[in-house]
């Protein structure tokens, strides 16, 4: 989510429960400006701690999305994780093995993620 768009969740949210922008700060336990420089997008201009602080008056939490390279964050932050998965799956394969890493599914609402998916063809 952009700078701009979480300004504007903030604002729907805060005229959803009727409040003015006052109404905000007194929530939040801040001024009224820095409420008004959320709304508008001007995020960068806020702490970490104020823009939770505006956030968690209205119900709001605020979460961190690194975007599309989210698997690539994942490998780096865990090399070793992924360092055994990668030679687990070369030595399946070299022993005759269908494999798929990385595999996620979604079944009645369950999601996840398989490291890896394995299928020996000949039994």
């Known amino acids: 989510m952009d700078d ?7 604002r729907a949210r805060r005229h959803q429960r009727g409040w ?6 007194l929530a939040a336990g801040v001024g009224a400006g820095v409420c008004g420089l959320l709304e508008r997008g001007h995020v960068n201009r806020l702490s970490v701690r104020t823009a939770r602080a505006i956030l968690g008056a209205l ?3 605020l979460g961190w999305d690194l975007g599309w390279h989210r698997t690539d964050i994942d490998r780096l932050l865990d ?16 022993a005759g093995w269908l ?9 009645y609402g369950d999601r996840g993620r398989i ?6 063809p000949r039994s």
């Open 79 to 94: 090399e070793d994780h992924a360092a055994l998965a990668a030679s687990f799956a070369r030595w399946l394969v070299s």
């Open 99 to 107: 494999v798929r890493s990385e595999v996620s599914f979604n079944r």
């Open 59 to 61: 119900d709001l939490p």
């Open 20 to 25: 003015r922008l006052v109404d905000l700060a």
């Open 4 to 10: 701009r768009r979480l300004g504007r969740a903030v």
């Open 115 to 120: 490291d890896i998916l394995a299928f020996e």
